[in-house]
């Protein structure tokens, strides 16, 4: 296993693999089908990321959803895949929304998103701005500052404290919001690896049939998620 | 030279629900009909087959179901002095695309407004007079009554399979059904489903306060059920995908299942997909249209349709945009108040406060888009608007609509929104909560309207429409009374933590949140030409034989879900149509 230079999130990786022994030993029942062979995250060859923003999204979105505490984070769901796979397709090319101008990017968050750029421009543009805000904070790119120096700079951007400017003041609400989705949605978009996430809560995916249920009152559903594709967990 | 079909009876614009109630009914007398739909073709299977269907991604987050802002959209305002900007991606409202419309990926709430409703400014002069009526609301009467239109919400709770429990029957009040509503002449054709834990509970702690708690009418069936027009149904399984989904499995009512097989039967309908509508045309004398020209996406070319009449059901926001692309109507100018076309546009109040129970579970994903145990005891006809200083009425309401993770994770107030604190947050409350929300009426106002946008154009050149709208005191007050009602139920119910989700006085239209699609008025019905756009029977005035459809229709917005009232309009306009019209096609007021 190869370290990401300064990546802080080597743990995760460890855990991620532990795990992986772990479901290999009881391969054939059915966990074995929850965590299917996929490359590890840092063989992965993004779509749409550079390699400078493939390290920010690694390290940011593993500080949006971290791998301590109970419950997988972004890195052992893979939503750096997923992120990357959204970017690469129609949603980063903002194919259905309108974006003729005039485009006034001043507007107040209330009236939607009003700067010119699409998801993906947005993304390549804040990363490197963001970059250069850490860099004169902290004198190092973000990806490499510490844990609680991430914390506080992903902080400071959410606040608006980091200011990046008009059109990309927008950045921090998108990845937040991509980073759920990733950790969410169904696997078949990459992220939410085995459906780690969906286990985590008790959501049962794409099971959608509950006929008995409605009166079972304050009893748990019994059974594990069902992606699209018919991968159990 | 735009390309010029074979001349129809009647061109539908727009399939949804509206569109096929049309249909149907115009078919039945052998006119020769053809819709036109600018979206995809849709049907059961392929479209929103099991488990391709169950996707939040693509149909919740994504809105792969609905239009799409790059095809049309509106511009926003808040008020006259500020600069409109695009509506550029989906959130607060969420129109169709593609055949059956909206009525494919609704919620299905099903309500008749109250009666107090249809004669709302007669009502209040009548019973504290017009002065507390505020300058610049310009409320009026229904140009119809309830009773008038009885019938005609008896045929759409039929046609669409409504389930639930009628609460007056024929004047007759009757013990779990809706005390305050207007008198029904037959009940639901289908049973109420059974309440979900959070339903229930609401349900007990609202017979506890000494309110009226009844299951929310569903336009989901409860059990087998066979239409008027043989269309069949079957019992819902609470999937937990409902509200911007197509149903998997014959239960929601919508064209697809109560409608369009039946339609396509007779030989005397078509209908054409990827047509987007870009005009009404117009005789050279300007009192009939002469049929409508739209763009043929699979050739890329303007074509004309020449029919004898003009159905517009396009939804309320597109029909408004039409009729002021093509100079129907007077356009409204909100500075004046002069004019017709886009006037009293207006939209839904909601807000919810969520109960978190540590030790309890509610399995949130076992629900449908109805799905919900009601009270209207803070509805219109039970308000004190003089005592209560303000005008307006809210159902409240709780039950799960679905469990879906990326949108449906409410933390208690307080809860970090990322990091270890957010993924701990989750872990411990996901599906250990109860919401009870509000839905209340908004009134209109001189400058809630909708007119063209001067700067901004659509992919076809034509100006966007522009909304001006906010939230204006008055409704605010109301939902400042209503949250301070729940609260009742919160100190009743001793939820281990909350979280109040509820517009602040003060608060302005915020376009980014899903609030409703509840969009309505801007080609309002009126008694006389000089008020409004339609005639009772929703006849274009001036132009007789161009007939609208749908919520641009309300004088002002009611405290309900829109498509009940939609839906006994179109079919009260069909049987003014068939009845009245067709052997003498002139103004039928
Ligand atoms: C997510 C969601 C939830 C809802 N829940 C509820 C609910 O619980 N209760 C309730 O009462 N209402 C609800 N509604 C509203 C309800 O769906 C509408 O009131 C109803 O569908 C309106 O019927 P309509 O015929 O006017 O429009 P639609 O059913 O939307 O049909 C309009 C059709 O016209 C087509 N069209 C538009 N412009 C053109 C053009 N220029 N040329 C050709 N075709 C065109 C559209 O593609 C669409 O197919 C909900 C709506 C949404 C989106
Ligand atoms: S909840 Fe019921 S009506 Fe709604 S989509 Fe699912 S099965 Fe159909």
Redesign the pocket.
């Not at chain 2, 009940?187 to 309110?211: C, I, N, Q, V, W």
């Not at chain 2, 998997?248 to 097989?261: F, M, R, V």
């Given at each position: 296993m190869t370290d990401l230079p300064g990546y802080p999130s080597r743990r995760s990786f460890l855990k991620a693999s532990a795990a992986g022994v772990a479901i290999a030993g009881v391969a054939g029942t059915a966990q074995a089908e929850a965590t299917p062979q996929a490359p590890p995250l840092e063989a992965y060859e993004p779509a749409y990321f550079t390699p400078e923003e493939w390290q920010f999204i690694l390290a940011a979105t593993a500080r949006l959803i971290p791998s301590e505490g109970n419950g997988p984070g972004a890195i052992e769901t893979r939503v750096p895949v997923f992120i990357d796979l959204q970017l690469a397709d129609d949603y980063g090319r903002a194919d259905d929304w309108y974006m003729m101008g005039p485009h006034d990017p001043t507007a107040g968050a209330d009236r939607g998103w009003q700067t010119p750029l699409n998801p993906a421009q947005l993304y390549r543009q804040a990363i490197p701005a963001f970059n250069a805000w850490c860099e004169a904070q902290y004198g190092k790119a973000f990806a490499v500052l510490d844990t609680a120096q991430q914390d506080a700079a992903l902080t400071a951007l959410q606040k608006g404290d980091a200011d990046l400017g008009d059109e990309l003041k927008i950045f921090f609400a998108t990845l937040l919001a991509n980073t759920k989705e990733g950790y969410f949605a169904d696997p078949m978009y990459g992220g939410n690896h085995g459906m780690q996430a969906w286990v985590y809560i008790g959501f049962p995916g794409a099971r959608a049939a509950y006929r008995e249920w409605p009166t079972r009152h304050n009893i748990k559903y019994p059974l594990g998620p069902v992606s699209i594709k018919g991968e159990r967990a | 030279m735009a390309r010029q079909e074979a001349k129809k009876d009647v061109v539908i614009?727009?399939?949804?629900?509206?569109?096929?109630?049309m249909g149907i009914e115009l078919a039945q007398e052998g006119l020769e009909i053809v819709a036109?739909?600018?979206?995809r073709d849709q049907h059961t299977v392929p479209e929103f087959k099991y488990p391709n269907q169950i996707d939040e991604l693509k149909y919740g987050v994504r809105f792969k179901n609905?239009?799409h802002p790059a095809q049309?959209t509106v511009t926003v305002r808040r008020n006259l002095d500020e600069t409109a900007l695009p509506y550029r991606n989906m959130g607060s409202?969420?129109?169709?695309?593609?055949?059956?419309?909206?009525?494919t990926?609704?919620?299905?709430?099903?309500?008749r407004p109250q009666e107090v409703e249809f004669h709302l400014r007669s009502y209040i002069r009548d019973r504290w007079g017009e002065q507390i009526i505020p300058e610049d609301m310009t409320i009026a009467d229904y140009p119809v009554s309830y009773a008038e239109l009885e019938p005609f919400f008896t045929q759409f709770d039929k046609v669409a399979g409504i389930s639930g429990y009628a609460g007056n029957l024929n004047g007759q009040i009757r013990e779990g059904g809706n005390p305050f509503e207007a008198p029904r002449s037959e009940d639901y054709p289908m049973p109420p489903h059974p309440a979900t834990y959070d339903s229930a509970k609401f349900g007990e702690a609202a017979r506890a306060l000494g309110y009226h708690p009844f299951t929310m009418p569903a336009?989901i069936a409860s059990t087998a059920y066979t239409n008027p027009y043989g269309m069949q149904m079957g019992p819902c399984n609470f999937c937990g995908f409902c509200?911007?989904y197509g149903c998997y499995q014959y239960s929601k009512a919508s064209?697809q299942t109560a409608i369009l097989d039946a339609l396509k039967r007779y030989p005397n309908f078509s209908y054409r997909t990827h047509?987007?509508?870009?005009r009404v045309e117009k005789s050279a004398d300007g009192k009939t249209a002469t049929g409508v020209t739209?763009f043929d996406e699979a050739t890329q070319e303007e074509v004309f349709q020449p029919a004898d009449i003009v159905i517009m059901?396009?939804?309320?926001l597109?029909?408004v945009?039409?009729m002021l692309v093509s100079g129907i109507g007077q356009p409204y100018d909100p500075a004046t108040g002069e004019g017709v076309t886009g006037k009293n546009y207006a939209y839904q109040i909601t807000g919810g406060t969520t109960l978190f129970f540590k030790d309890e579970i509610f399995n949130p994903f076992v629900g449908h888009?109805?799905n919900a145990t009601v009270i209207d005891d803070f509805g219109m006809n039970q308000n004190d608007f003089g005592a209560l200083g303000f005008i307006g009425g809210s159902y409240l309401f709780s039950g799960t609509f679905n469990g879906q993770p990326i949108r449906s994770m409410p933390l208690p107030t307080g809860t970090a929104a990322w990091g270890a604190a957010w993924k701990e947050g989750i872990g411990e409350w996901y599906g250990h909560s109860m919401t009870i929300a509000t839905h209340g009426s908004v009134m209109s106002y001189r400058t809630h309207s909708l007119d063209l946008d001067p700067t901004y154009t659509d992919r076809h050149g034509r100006p966007l429409m522009r909304m001006t709208y906010d939230w204006n005191d008055n409704e605010l007050n109301m939902e400042a009374y209503l949250t301070g009602q729940i609260e009742k139920f919160v100190d009743f119910l001793k939820p281990d933590a909350v979280a109040r989700g509820h517009k602040l006085p003060g608060a302005h239209y915020d376009v980014r949140p899903?609030q409703?699609?509840?969009n309505t008025g801007g080609h309002i019905m009126s008694e006389t030409p000089d008020t409004g756009v339609v005639n009772k029977f929703s006849q274009v005035w001036g132009m007789h034989n161009v007939f609208a459809?749908?919520?641009g229709n309300f004088v002002q917005n009611t405290q309900?879900?829109?498509?009940?009232l939609?839906g006994a309009l179109?079919y009260h306009t069909a049987h003014a149509i068939r009845t009245q019209y067709l052997s003498n096609p002139r103004p039928l007021v």
């Amino acid at each position: 296993m190869t370290d990401l230079p300064g990546y802080p999130s080597r743990r995760s990786f460890l855990k991620a693999s532990a795990a992986g022994v772990a479901i290999a030993g009881v391969a054939g029942t059915a966990q074995a089908e929850a965590t299917p062979q996929a490359p590890p995250l840092e063989a992965y060859e993004p779509a749409y990321f550079t390699p400078e923003e493939w390290q920010f999204i690694l390290a940011a979105t593993a500080r949006l959803i971290p791998s301590e505490g109970n419950g997988p984070g972004a890195i052992e769901t893979r939503v750096p895949v997923f992120i990357d796979l959204q970017l690469a397709d129609d949603y980063g090319r903002a194919d259905d929304w309108y974006m003729m101008g005039p485009h006034d990017p001043t507007a107040g968050a209330d009236r939607g998103w009003q700067t010119p750029l699409n998801p993906a421009q947005l993304y390549r543009q804040a990363i490197p701005a963001f970059n250069a805000w850490c860099e004169a904070q902290y004198g190092k790119a973000f990806a490499v500052l510490d844990t609680a120096q991430q914390d506080a700079a992903l902080t400071a951007l959410q606040k608006g404290d980091a200011d990046l400017g008009d059109e990309l003041k927008i950045f921090f609400a998108t990845l937040l919001a991509n980073t759920k989705e990733g950790y969410f949605a169904d696997p078949m978009y990459g992220g939410n690896h085995g459906m780690q996430a969906w286990v985590y809560i008790g959501f049962p995916g794409a099971r959608a049939a509950y006929r008995e249920w409605p009166t079972r009152h304050n009893i748990k559903y019994p059974l594990g998620p069902v992606s699209i594709k018919g991968e159990r967990a | 030279m735009a390309r010029q079909e074979a001349k129809k009876d009647v061109v539908i614009v727009g399939l949804g629900w509206t569109g096929s109630i049309m249909g149907i009914e115009l078919a039945q007398e052998g006119l020769e009909i053809v819709a036109l739909e600018r979206g995809r073709d849709q049907h059961t299977v392929p479209e929103f087959k099991y488990p391709n269907q169950i996707d939040e991604l693509k149909y919740g987050v994504r809105f792969k179901n609905m239009q799409h802002p790059a095809q049309q959209t509106v511009t926003v305002r808040r008020n006259l002095d500020e600069t409109a900007l695009p509506y550029r991606n989906m959130g607060s409202f969420l129109p169709a695309n593609g055949v059956g419309g909206a009525g494919t990926h609704w919620n299905g709430h099903t309500w008749r407004p109250q009666e107090v409703e249809f004669h709302l400014r007669s009502y209040i002069r009548d019973r504290w007079g017009e002065q507390i009526i505020p300058e610049d609301m310009t409320i009026a009467d229904y140009p119809v009554s309830y009773a008038e239109l009885e019938p005609f919400f008896t045929q759409f709770d039929k046609v669409a399979g409504i389930s639930g429990y009628a609460g007056n029957l024929n004047g007759q009040i009757r013990e779990g059904g809706n005390p305050f509503e207007a008198p029904r002449s037959e009940d639901y054709p289908m049973p109420p489903h059974p309440a979900t834990y959070d339903s229930a509970k609401f349900g007990e702690a609202a017979r506890a306060l000494g309110y009226h708690p009844f299951t929310m009418p569903a336009g989901i069936a409860s059990t087998a059920y066979t239409n008027p027009y043989g269309m069949q149904m079957g019992p819902c399984n609470f999937c937990g995908f409902c509200e911007r989904y197509g149903c998997y499995q014959y239960s929601k009512a919508s064209p697809q299942t109560a409608i369009l097989d039946a339609l396509k039967r007779y030989p005397n309908f078509s209908y054409r997909t990827h047509a987007e509508v870009l005009r009404v045309e117009k005789s050279a004398d300007g009192k009939t249209a002469t049929g409508v020209t739209y763009f043929d996406e699979a050739t890329q070319e303007e074509v004309f349709q020449p029919a004898d009449i003009v159905i517009m059901s396009s939804y309320q926001l597109n029909n408004v945009h039409l009729m002021l692309v093509s100079g129907i109507g007077q356009p409204y100018d909100p500075a004046t108040g002069e004019g017709v076309t886009g006037k009293n546009y207006a939209y839904q109040i909601t807000g919810g406060t969520t109960l978190f129970f540590k030790d309890e579970i509610f399995n949130p994903f076992v629900g449908h888009g109805a799905n919900a145990t009601v009270i209207d005891d803070f509805g219109m006809n039970q308000n004190d608007f003089g005592a209560l200083g303000f005008i307006g009425g809210s159902y409240l309401f709780s039950g799960t609509f679905n469990g879906q993770p990326i949108r449906s994770m409410p933390l208690p107030t307080g809860t970090a929104a990322w990091g270890a604190a957010w993924k701990e947050g989750i872990g411990e409350w996901y599906g250990h909560s109860m919401t009870i929300a509000t839905h209340g009426s908004v009134m209109s106002y001189r400058t809630h309207s909708l007119d063209l946008d001067p700067t901004y154009t659509d992919r076809h050149g034509r100006p966007l429409m522009r909304m001006t709208y906010d939230w204006n005191d008055n409704e605010l007050n109301m939902e400042a009374y209503l949250t301070g009602q729940i609260e009742k139920f919160v100190d009743f119910l001793k939820p281990d933590a909350v979280a109040r989700g509820h517009k602040l006085p003060g608060a302005h239209y915020d376009v980014r949140p899903y609030q409703s699609t509840h969009n309505t008025g801007g080609h309002i019905m009126s008694e006389t030409p000089d008020t409004g756009v339609v005639n009772k029977f929703s006849q274009v005035w001036g132009m007789h034989n161009v007939f609208a459809c749908g919520a641009g229709n309300f004088v002002q917005n009611t405290q309900y879900n829109p498509t009940g009232l939609v839906g006994a309009l179109a079919y009260h306009t069909a049987h003014a149509i068939r009845t009245q019209y067709l052997s003498n096609p002139r103004p039928l007021v």
